[in-house]
């Protein structure tokens, strides 16, 4: 694959790893506002869960894309 190609699908995975990391913060500060109401927090921790799930997906499809950049020859 082109080189130009791979650095920009690594540029998308990273914008997408951080959308990820600003959703996991959100759920937990969601989280936390409901357990000082006194509300269940049950569905919330399992969305937590998925999202950290799928960050853990994210970061390896960055760690995937890195190597094979580290991995390329220098040329374009």
Do not use: W
């Amino acid at each position: 694959m082109n080189l130009r190609i791979v650095r920009e699908h690594l540029a998308e995975a990273e914008r997408h790893l951080a959308q990820s990391d600003r959703h996991i913060a959100r759920q937990v500060e969601l989280i936390d506002g409901l357990e000082r109401g006194g509300h269940p927090t049950d569905l919330a921790l399992d969305l937590l869960a998925a999202y950290r799930a799928v960050h853990a997906n994210y970061a390896a499809h960055c760690k995937f894309i890195r190597d094979e950049l580290s991995l390329s020859p220098t040329r374009q």
